[in-house]
């Protein structure tokens, strides 16, 4: 049996590489912080002492970390992925990463006769712990292919997009209408106040319709009462926003309502509400009055 | 049992009175072009020769026609609704119709010491023939009550929303947001084609994630094959995000995502697509190359 | 000689007809508030009772009035211009109000044989004052060529347009031009200021480039000082983006770089600044810290 | 005197160092491309090998070169100015570069113990010729006393802005500035087609009031007859309205009016206009017609 190994368990990485372990997986682990592999060793990962440790002794490795810092650091630093790995062994990049980081590690990986995926995921702290994460693929098709079984175990979707960086560029695409939709949201629920319309009523007609979405759902009533913890941090949606609208530059590709969006997040930005939930945007959207 | 009049047999108006009938409710039908009683008649309904006709003759009568001028003239006309009106009778109208119109008619009802109702809906063709409409009603509270059981025939979903007026604000509420999206969508689905991501992945994901919804479900597949056979024409749409900003200028509430969308949906005006399904918006999206 | 009339001694009006008599002319006053004619008829003008008083006894009458409600009511009311006119007398309308008003009155004044033009002004009290006002004049051209001479009297430039409406066509396309140069001036100060850069050398850098213009030589250091007492409020000029924005649905072309100018204008208002000189936009773009 | 080297004879830099030569500097010339340094040094100047040359035999070198990528090699290649530089020389950069390459390019001169002063100029060929240039100096203060001759001699106004980096800063204000002035002046004149004002009229009545600007006055007419030489052109303003965007993202601030802008340079970038005049953005304005 293919022997996986498994790189940062936050959040995200901890409810993956458990679900992995349901899945009958042979899995090692390592975590920058020693503490949170516990709970894994536990329930039957090996631990692992470092990054290039679990590369060298796994068929696979996984990463799962939570900004492209990190994934940059866990690949080249000491004791780091490209160290520990060698031929015909696999890594699988599954944070979300901008596509000049992919790039350079995908490059380094095969410099070192290895094989690279990126495989950023849709989806929050539920679909972790629940295996229904979509997983957004692309790179090395072999490697893909043996990955079949893990993914599944994961997630409830797994796309193959292409070369390395289409990956990237999907989520992108996917956050970008994700905020185009909040945006549009929250001006109805402050147009929709503003004429003396109940919130919970636009969320039921809304709901009872073509548009019907979970995101609306699930918001929607936390923005009426401003409930804002954060899921999906504000500025990692604007973040997502500023990146999707280069894309576009680099295409000369005019995305005009995704910057009128993007403006709003950045109002709320500059509001101060970064740390908030995306949803918090509607702090930004409603009317001042004096 | 109360008596039912009906006033309109076009598209959406006949898969009602339809529906109405299937239900066993006394109806009375009238359309301007005497043909498209025909099927409605023969069906169990009795025809009349006039709105003042059904008005005079029926306990609640309902419009079901195409724009504020219909509505109008329907209602003022000679032989006209109000013409038929006596103290304790009901008007439903359900045409999607301005604040200013359903105001004229409203108080127009209420000289003749009659009740009245706006109860526009939310949704097009299919839900009308399936009973699945959603039903915005404001207005005579009384009126509302009586109404429930035939709400129920031709809806799945009816909310009381206040004074004449709500009903037209909450669907162009509803519309905004929904113009609002499929802007999102197409300016997303122009980036993923630009970065060579096939749309069909892209619908795949979005359908799998918070932001699955029928309508990017049913119009991806459309956009995809340029197929624009209009279920809700664009210029319609055009003139509800129009119409929505206009309620913000009232009360001084800036909606500059729904702004940008609009301008999208006036340039596919200006290519002359108004007539096409409000999805033909896509073609005024994608980069003109040279 | 011909004896003129002039209606409405506002701001504006009592300058123009000030410059009128300074030129020579045979002028006849009247204004709603009486006190307010004693300053013109001391310096010779003549008393009128009524506005009809003035058009039947003058050859041309000229109105400056301040919006569309009153110069209709000028028009249309008891004692007013159309009572007064006759077989080829001239009215010269040169209050800001929109095409259907003018239209309507146009429509009046011919029907009894007299003659209207259009001729809206821009430029604010000092050009007024300065007889260095713009004219946008439409309508009957030889009451235009008539004008000639009292044009010259009160302005710098009159240009002639055509049918009645388009002058006050022309004079929404500068104001809206107006508007969109004031929400880019405005961003880009609140960019100058975030990056430490002093406004003054902003200033001083765009008045010695291409970009030199009155308007921005004017309001810059006022909006540094946010002295923002009205010569042209923001309300007006958010009104003028409305119908501006307007005019481009009614021709089906997408004027998006306004539409986000004037959510910005928008949120001025919101905010409560409409009564405040139209540079008060500021306050809306400045970002707001926490 | 002082000796002064100058880099970069392209349309900017020959007509520059020929102002400087008539000034009476004493002027040594390098250019890449040597068959262009004749006219300089027939005129007077003394030819040189290389920028390493030029920087080691004078006081202070000024660089006017096309781009960041220029500016950078020009300044660390081989033969390149930092190593022509020692103890005390000054080095002057007027290319319009990126901060990035600004502060990097600073930080090795000073590890010379040589001085820099960053200088982007306002202007473009015709103010180069004329001498009517406005340069936006930052960084070495007593560098910048020492070049006021020189600045007086190539340009009518110099601002000294602060640190190395806020003089490219400014360059991009001034431009983002311009650009949403030209949308806001297109998006104005096919305004004013639609209604069927003639744009020679509107151009008339904007230059006899407050907006009255060069660039107006002059593009106006360019655009009526859709002449666009490019004497800036369109991907430039477009890459600067991007990077002011960008500025405005690390600091926060929406500029929602200019990213409506830069939607129509981008529209008309795709639309395969880039190499064009800025001004034929108008191209991607006008409503598309079936």
């Given amino acids: 049996m293919v022997k996986l190994g498994f790189l940062g368990l936050g959040i995200m990485g901890s409810a993956m ?6 899945a009958g997986f042979d899995l090692t682990v390592w975590n920058r912080d020693r503490e949170k592999m516990a709970p894994l060793t536990e329930a039957g990962a090996k631990p692992a002492e470092s990054p290039a440790d679990v590369a060298s002794t796994c068929d696979i490795t996984i990463a799962m970390v939570s900004n492209p810092e990190a994934s940059h650091a866990i690949a080249f ?16 990049e599954m944070s979300t990463i901008d596509p000049q980081t992919s790039h350079a590690i995908a490059k380094a990986v095969r410099a070192k006769d290895a094989r690279y995926l990126e495989a950023p995921v849709s989806g929050s702290k539920k679909p972790a712990e629940d295996a229904t994460l979509v997983l957004l693929a692309a790179g090395d098709h072999a490697l893909y292919d ?10 409830k979707l797994t796309v193959y997009l292409g070369e390395v960086g289409q990956g990237s560029a999907m989520k992108l695409v996917v956050n970008m209408i994700m905020g185009g939709m909040m945006a549009a949201f929250c001006e109805g629920i402050a147009l929709a106040q503003a004429n003396h ?7 039921a007609v809304l709901d009872a319709g073509a548009t019907a979405n979970p995101m609306f759902r699930l918001k929607g009533p ?28 680099i295409c ?3 995305l005009p ?22 949803s918090a945007v509607w702090k930004a959207i409603q009317t001042v009055k004096p």
């Fill in 257 to 278: 309502t995704i910057a009128a969006a993007n403006a709003q997040f950045l109002r709320a930005r500059g509001m101060g509400l970064e740390t908030l939930d995306f």
């Fill in 252 to 254: 000369a590709l005019p």
């Fill in 77 to 92: 630093g000491k004791d780091g992925v490209i160290e520990g790995l060698s031929q015909g062994k696999g890594y699988v």
């Fill in 222 to 249: 936390m923005i009426e009462q401003e409930q804002f913890s954060p899921s999906f941090p504000l500025q990692h949606m604007q973040k997502d926003l500023r990146l999707a609208l280069a894309l576009g530059e």
């Fill in 17 to 22: 590489a458990r679900n992995l372990l349901h």
């Fill in 146 to 155: 043996e990955m079949k079984e893990a993914f599944e175990a994961i997630g």
């Fill in 197 to 203: 319309l109940a919130p919970e009523d636009l969320f």
